[in-house]
């Protein structure tokens, strides 16, 4: 099953209020596994980046000035996501400022309904608790030293490992296909030993031999083994021309 993990970086945090979105990361995922398949893209909010929004995720106006408009990159976005499931933590947030921004490009909204919301599904696993993105990978010790700033792409492949955990996805992944079919009653085989009439030759060298015999002497008759041996195989330890 395809899925796209999204994530979104924005001037503020109300489309309504004139902010807009400065940076789109999202990857395929095929039965939660990454593809390789993704799209990441700066966008020119056409606005002055606020102090607060440039400390979370280091975008300043002078960086974003020559980057594309939304308009311009809106038939591309769509194209990669088409009409598959959405995986999103916080989906409201993202889902109103991408269908603001496709308002804007004069382009059709797209239902909230089609988002799987990873928010929500880890206050249902985990009422009461922490559950930003970065107490979850604290919670499922997933990896998130490289996030120091927020960033659209990096954080939605770190979405990807806290979606695939709060789903089952990894214990899901190791069934077989026909796991579900009766299982058969395991089949009894009787153990059979076959006993070598000659011991086989020895394979090591000459030279070996003889380093293994002066070891072994040098360990005395008091060898900790030698305790548990067989009567009828004392000395089995040290072979009998030995140094």
Not at 150 to 160: K, M, R
Not at 202 to 216: K, L, S
Request: net charge negative; charged share 30%.
């Amino acid at each position: 099953m395809r899925e796209i993990v999204l994530d979104t970086e924005t001037t503020g945090l109300d489309p309504t209020n004139g902010d807009r979105l400065v940076e789109i990361g999202a990857i395929e995922i095929v039965n939660q596994v990454m593809t390789g398949a993704h799209f990441h893209v700066l966008v020119n909010p056409e606005r002055e980046i606020p102090e607060d929004a440039f400390r979370i995720h280091g975008h300043s106006t002078a960086l974003l000035r020559d980057k594309p408009l939304f308009s311009v990159i809106a038939d591309e976005f769509l194209a990669f996501i088409g009409q598959d499931r959405l995986i999103i933590h916080n989906a409201e947030f993202d889902m109103r400022f991408i269908n603001a921004e496709l308002h804007l490009a004069g382009r059709s909204q797209i239902p909230l309904e089609r988002a799987i919301d990873t928010l929500a599904l880890a206050r249902r696993k985990h009422p009461g608790a922490p559950n930003n993105l970065d107490a979850l990978c604290d919670r499922y010790r997933i990896d998130r030293s490289r996030r120091i700033r927020h960033g659209a792409l990096l954080d939605a492949e770190i979405l990807i490992d806290v979606y695939v955990e709060l789903t089952g996805g990894r214990q899901k992944s190791l069934l077989l296909p026909y796991a579900e079919k009766p299982i058969r009653p395991a089949m009894t085989v009787k153990e059979f030993r076959r006993m070598r009439t000659a011991a086989m030759p020895p394979r090591i060298g000459e030279i070996e031999w003889r380093m293994h015999c002066e070891q072994v002497t040098k360990l005395g008759e008091g060898v900790i083994w030698a305790r548990y041996a067989d009567t009828a195989w004392q000395g089995w330890w040290r072979p009998p021309d030995c140094l």
